[in-house]
């Protein structure tokens, strides 16, 4: 129980101190790298979004080991590589 609780405050905790800036960094950077396109902010934002999670998830994995904390955030990875297959779909 006590794991739990310690996970979800450095999870959110990291994601909120740090992932403010990085996702708004990533989204700015992929957005002008993108060519124009009205879903360039949304595909951005998903991958900023996740980026930003999966980083805080690895931080908050950290005090129940390495190879756990390294699972999890191959685990937040994973998903991610739908969201170009989305947007190729979506077009």
């Known amino acids: 129980m006590?794991?739990?609780?310690?996970?979800?405050?450095?999870?959110?905790?990291?994601?909120?101190?740090?992932?403010?800036?990085?996702?708004?960094?990533?989204?700015?950077?992929?957005?002008?790298?993108?060519?124009?396109?009205k879903h360039n902010g949304l595909f951005a934002g998903l991958i900023g979004g996740s980026l930003g999670n999966a980083l805080s998830d690895l931080v908050a994995g950290l005090p129940m080991g390495l190879s756990f904390s390294f699972w999890v955030f191959v685990g937040c990875l994973i998903p991610m590589l739908i969201i170009p297959i989305m947007f190729k779909i979506k077009r």
Request: net charge neutral; charged share 15%; hydrophobic share 45%.
């Open 2 to 37: 006590m794991e739990g609780l310690l996970f979800g405050i450095i999870d959110n905790g990291v994601l909120i101190l740090t992932g403010f800036y990085s996702a708004i960094s990533i989204e700015g950077y992929l957005t002008k790298k993108l060519k124009h396109n």
